[in-house]
């Protein structure tokens, strides 16, 4: 049995990058105490996925749809991203794994890329939806059980997170690998 191994890493983010601070007045908190929170937490910045102005008003389905916008815009970059540096092309990939636990969309984030960006049309895929910040570590383990049992094949696992469920904006990390 052979060990599954990385070979390539790729990440994106949005444009607008924000320091902790910046983030807390750009989507609106007063509290001192909440100030303390964002400043006290170790984050530096804060990478927002934005159509405009932040919109405090937008319904649900709004929101969603901009989740969507930004997951595939900023997903579909990390995936290319990834694949250059696993020198490796969509066309190579034999299982796509794909989760997220901040947007619930059908058809699923991991079924979107597949035509956008020229998959085979056979590639099986697998969506891990729902399981918070730790969902990373099982989609990985999907994606190198896939390869443990043909070390022949590759697979791609993308992490899509995105907070914009609510109207405080969007918080973006996006990574990608190749196992």
């Known amino acids: 049995m052979s060990n599954p191994r990385i070979i390539g ?6 444009v607008l990058r924000l ?65 250059a540096t696993a020198e490796r092309t969509v066309q190579d990939v034999d299982f796509l794994a794909v989760c997220t636990c ?3 969309v059908c058809p699923d984030l991991g079924s979107r890329p597949i035509a956008h ?12 939806v729902g399981l918070g910040c730790a969902g990373a570590v099982p989609t990985l383990q999907r994606a190198a059980d896939f390869v443990r049992a043909d070390p022949r094949r590759v ?3 993308v992490t899509v997170e995105i907070s914009n469920q609510t109207n405080r904006g969007d918080c973006y990390v996006h990574t990608c690998s190749v196992a």
């Not at 890493?9 to 949005?14: D, F, V």
């Not at 964002?38 to 937008?58: A, K, P, Q, T, W």
């Open 155 to 157: 697979a791609l696992m």
């Open 102 to 104: 901040t947007g619930y």
């Open 9 to 14: 890493i790729g990440t994106a983010n949005p």
């Open 19 to 83: 320091t902790q601070e910046q983030s807390f007045h750009a989507v609106g908190y007063q509290s001192e105490r909440i100030r303390k929170m964002f400043l006290n937490s170790d984050i530096d910045y804060r990478h927002f996925y934005l159509e405009g102005d932040l919109n405090r008003e937008e319904s649900s389905d709004q929101l969603n749809q901009r989740y969507l916008r930004g997951a595939m815009k900023t997903g579909c970059r990390a995936i290319v991203n990834c694949l």
């Open 117 to 128: 960006m020229g998959f085979r049309d056979n590639v099986p895929r697998s969506s891990i």
